[in-house]
């Protein structure tokens, strides 16, 4: 089993930013690749980014390229969601998920085996 806590979420006014943080504790050697969703109210769970391990390769929807950054400290088991230039609409609760292997669906959360409780991202305008 894998844990993931997450935490970083709160208010912020648009155009501003958040850093939210993923740690991960439990059998982490089995994860492959991590990965950020979101989910507002009355909407399906949305892919924002993902990371795999063995290369760094990164992922992102179009919705939060060159806003949304992913990143990991491998030395604390911890990843991170840096988010700048946040909008209204980016307001949703924020989850992060662990796959344990690779896959071409990045995108389909169905493919993440892990997740964290979520936390509360408000955007005010």
């Known amino acids: 089993q894998v844990q993931l806590v997450e935490s970083g979420g709160g208010l912020v006014q648009a155009g501003g930013s958040l850093r939210l943080s993923c740690a991960a504790s439990?059998?982490?050697?089995?994860?492959?690749?991590m990965g950020w969703f979101r989910q507002a109210p009355g909407k399906e769970r949305e892919f924002l980014t993902r990371?795999?391990?063995?290369?760094?390769?990164?992922y992102y929807a179009d919705s939060v390229k060159g806003r949304f950054t992913i990143s990991r400290d491998n030395a604390k088991n911890t990843f991170y969601l840096q988010m700048n230039s946040l909008k209204p609409e980016d307001t949703a609760v924020y989850y992060c998920?662990?796959?344990?292997?690779?896959?071409?669906?990045?995108?389909?959360?169905?493919?993440?085996?892990?997740w964290g409780q979520g936390t509360q991202v408000t955007v005010s305008s």
């Open positions: 998920a662990a796959d344990r292997t690779t896959t071409s669906a990045y995108f389909r959360a169905s493919e993440y085996e892990y």
């Open positions: 990371i795999n391990y063995s290369r760094g390769s990164t």
């Open positions: 439990g059998r982490t050697f089995s994860v492959a690749a």
